[in-house]
Nanobody, 110 residues
Framework: VQLQASGGGRVQPGGSLKLSCAAS????????MRWVRQPPGQETEFVAS???????YYQDAVKGRFTISRDNAKNMLYLQMNSLKSEDTAVYYC?????RGRGTQVTVSS
């Protein structure tokens, strides 16, 4: 199983970023996928998840601002992040139930 997140960077409050996750080595189209994040000095927390058929779930703090999506034909998972806040600063990872890939840093700062 390989999961590689990309698309992070530094953005001002109110800005947007779109994260991507390339998946390989497993049946992505049948796998429940999630985004999690680890803010500096804090524990890892759930951000959003999506079932194989597209049912999405979000942490309350990101509802209405983040959108998770997937392209099963391309084995890709996405996270569109709008109206970013300083508290969204974290390393973001895509993950299955048992594997967390390499993360991408998101920094929201003026």
């Amino acid at each position: 199983v390989q999961l590689q997140a990309s698309g992070g960077g530094r953005v001002q409050p109110g800005g947007s970023l779109k994260l991507s996750c390339a998946a390989s080595g497993f049946a992505f189209n049948r796998t429940y996928m999630r985004w999690v994040r680890q803010p500096p000095g804090q524990e890892t927390e759930f951000v959003a998840s999506m079932s194989s058929v597209g049912n999405a779930y979000y942490q309350d703090a990101v509802k209405g601002r983040f959108t998770i999506s997937r392209d099963n034909a391309k084995n890709m998972l996405y996270l569109q992040m709008n109206s970013l806040k300083s508290e969204d600063t974290a390393v973001y990872y895509c993950a299955t139930d048992s594997v967390r890939g390499r993360g991408t840093q998101v920094t929201v700062s003026s």
